[in-house]
């Protein structure tokens, strides 16, 4: 079975600053890779999402990751975060065989800081 | 378009109560899905259905059942609910099961209390 590993439960960070959110998984077959955005007291939002081709993927709101397959890593970067960021992040992974639903990380807490 | 609809927003039960959570979706989805979210865990699989008519297990299904209705619908029944179930309920859809060319779409969630 599959797993997703978000290593940071909380990530503080300053306005317009860098900021790195991890993501691992675990699977002994091709995967597909997402990130996901939930606002508070909201649904969660597809921010980007890797399928196959580039390892380099971006997605909305200046987002983007990579995909390492040698390290099983999706990580997500932005090169500058708004207040507005300020969101819980969630990275999620699908099998291409069986049973194709979503398995979650537990969630990645980020805070922007003006 | 709306999306991916659910009813209702809130609900608080108490022990023992029933109800059941409704799904819909617009877009003309042959998937579903119904997920819980705890604090700390992320978001896990209550069941889901590949297409109209078939419904399967997914990680946590214990206590509920659910129903697909027509194509657009996909409820979620707790018959005897337990406060473990207070939770984030959310209901989802793709085109198919997800693969390479398409993904999930969330409705906004229903907030369940059990005391």
């Known amino acids: 079975a599959q797993s997703v590993t978000q290593l940071d439960s909380q990530v503080p960070v300053f306005e317009e600053a860098p900021v790195e959110l991890r993501c691992n998984y675990s699977s002994s077959v091709s995967v597909y890779l997402f990130w996901y955005v939930q606002y508070p007291n909201q649904g969660l939002q597809l921010l980007l999402k890797?399928?196959?081709?580039?390892?380099l993927v971006k997605g909305i709101n200046g987002f983007e990751a990579e995909f390492n397959k040698s390290q099983t890593s999706f990580h997500l970067r932005k090169p500058s975060v708004h207040i507005s960021d300020t969101a819980e992040y969630f990275c999620?992974?699908?099998?291409?065989?069986?049973?194709?639903?979503?398995?979650f990380g537990s969630g990645t807490r980020l805070q922007v800081q003006p | 378009n709306a999306g991916v609809t659910q009813t209702p927003k809130f609900q608080v039960l108490k022990t023992g109560q029933s109800m059941t959570l409704q799904c819909a979706q617009d877009?003309?989805?042959?998937?579903m899905y119904w997920y819980r979210q705890d604090p700390g865990m992320g978001l896990r699989l209550i069941y889901y259905s590949a297409s109209e008519g078939t419904t399967d297990k997914g990680e946590v299904p214990n206590g509920y059942n659910v129903s697909r209705l027509n194509k657009r619908e996909f409820s979620l029944r707790l018959e005897s609910a337990a406060p473990s179930q207070t939770s984030v309920y959310f209901c989802?859809?793709?085109?198919?099961?997800?693969?390479?060319?398409?993904?999930?779409?969330f409705g906004p969630g229903t907030r369940l209390t059990v005391l």
């Open positions: 999620a992974v699908s099998l291409d065989t069986g049973r194709r639903a979503l398995t």
């Open positions: 890797y399928l196959s081709g580039s390892t």
């Open positions: 877009m003309n989805h042959n998937s």
């Open positions: 989802a859809s793709s085109e198919e099961l997800i693969n390479a060319y398409n993904e999930q779409f």
